[in-house]
């Protein structure tokens, strides 16, 4: 059974902090892993992707990967209110069949 | 920009009803897949397809079917709903992902079902 596991929250941090998201996988052979947001009510978004071990940034976004010890996390700098949603970790376990952990909920404070 | 579009945002049937769940896309993706989304539960895939008129079971195929005539349209169907099937719909679409870049899956906004 493919498995990825993620704190569901909510996970409150004051605007302008650093939010850290964490998802562990169950799979060694998962090669792509994917971080999505999606607000209350809507359909998920793609904000990174990361593929090599070590840290990928974009903007305010840093994803980080450990193949080693099955462990990707999302970092958010300087926080913001619209940040506040809920963040999926997904695994692309080959032929773009991906799995999903449940989300955790992040709530930026103003 | 990728759009993927579903038939209906909302959606009330009646136990024992055949419902339809309409999907399509507009950006030439190969495989598309469905999903549905409850709390706690994350998404979970219930078929996906490669091609047209191919198609793959997911984690929870169960009492749901799937067709794709057309590249750009994927339907699910509840052939009998049951209340145990109120939930979330999502339906995504992604190229053929030869190359990683390919990989990602878009998502349509989403039906909601209620089964009384």
């Known amino acids: 059974q493919k498995e990825v596991e993620q704190n569901s929250g909510p996970l409150s941090v004051p605007e302008g902090a650093i939010a850290s998201l964490n998802c562990t996988y169950s799979d060694r052979g998962s090669q792509s892993f994917f971080w999505y947001r999606q607000y209350s009510g809507k359909s998920p978004e793609l904000i990174m992707s990361i593929y090599s071990n070590g840290d990928k940034e974009d903007g305010r976004f840093t994803a980080q990967l450990n193949k080693a010890s099955q462990y990707v996390s999302l970092l958010i700098r300087d926080s913001q209110p619209s940040d506040s949603a809920t963040y999926l970790c997904?695994?692309?376990?080959?032929?773009?069949?991906?799995?999903f952990g449940s989300g955790t909920k992040l709530n930026v404070k103003p | 920009d990728v759009k993927v579009t579903q038939s209906s945002r909302y959606l009330v049937k009646r136990t024992g009803e055949k419902v339809f769940l309409e999907c399509v896309q507009d950006m030439d993706h190969e495989n598309m897949f469905w999903y549905r989304q409850d709390p706690g539960l994350g998404l979970r895939l219930i078929y996906f397809s490669y091609d047209v008129k191919m198609k793959e079971k997911g984690d929870i195929p169960e009492g749901y079917s799937v067709s794709r005539e057309k590249k750009e349209r994927f339907s699910l169907i509840l052939e009998s709903a049951s209340t145990n099937q109120t939930s979330m719909y999502l339906c995504?679409?992604?190229?053929?992902?030869?190359?990683?870049?390919?990989?990602?899956?878009?998502f349509g906004p989403g039906t909601r079902l209620l089964v009384l």
């Open positions: 995504a679409s992604s190229l053929l992902g030869l190359r990683r870049a390919e990989e990602t899956q878009y």
């Open positions: 997904a695994v692309n376990w080959g032929f773009n069949k991906f799995y």
